[in-house]
């Protein structure tokens, strides 16, 4: 089991910056590749972008010219830095984690609240 916790998010106004942590903690060799998604209040949760244990990113194209994700090198933590911020960022970002880089989903966070007003 692989456990993840998120932390970081909060209430900013638009054209600030934030910075979400995720800790993994557990059998962390058992994943290769973490990610971040987004859930928009009524909609779907999706893919904001990923990592993996070589340190590749994979960003979605909507947010890669203003989010980048990043690991330390045992990838116990796993960041996502947010600049610019938009009101349309604004959702509950979910930490997961597994082995699959295109979509690593087999652990899940709690989930951490983005409120970003304009």
């Known amino acids: 089991q692989v456990q993840l916790v998120e932390s970081g998010g909060g209430l900013v106004q638009a054209g600030e910056s934030l910075r979400l942590s995720c800790a993994a903690s557990?059998?962390?060799?058992?994943?290769?590749?973490m990610g971040w998604y987004r859930q928009k209040p009524g909609d779907k949760r999706k893919l904001v972008g990923t990592?993996?244990?070589?340190?590749?990113?994979n960003v979605a194209d909507s947010v890669k010219d203003r989010f980048s994700i990043s690991s330390d090198n045992e990838m116990k933590t796993m960041y996502l830095q947010m600049n610019n911020l938009k009101p349309e960022d604004t959702g509950v970002y979910y930490c997961?984690?597994?082995?699959?880089?295109?979509?690593?989903?087999?652990?899940w966070g709690q989930g951490t609240q983005v409120t970003v007003s304009s």
């Open positions: 557990g059998n962390i060799f058992s994943i290769s590749a």
């Open positions: 997961a984690a597994g082995r699959d880089y295109e979509a690593p989903r087999g652990y």
């Open positions: 990592i993996n244990f070589r340190g590749d990113t």
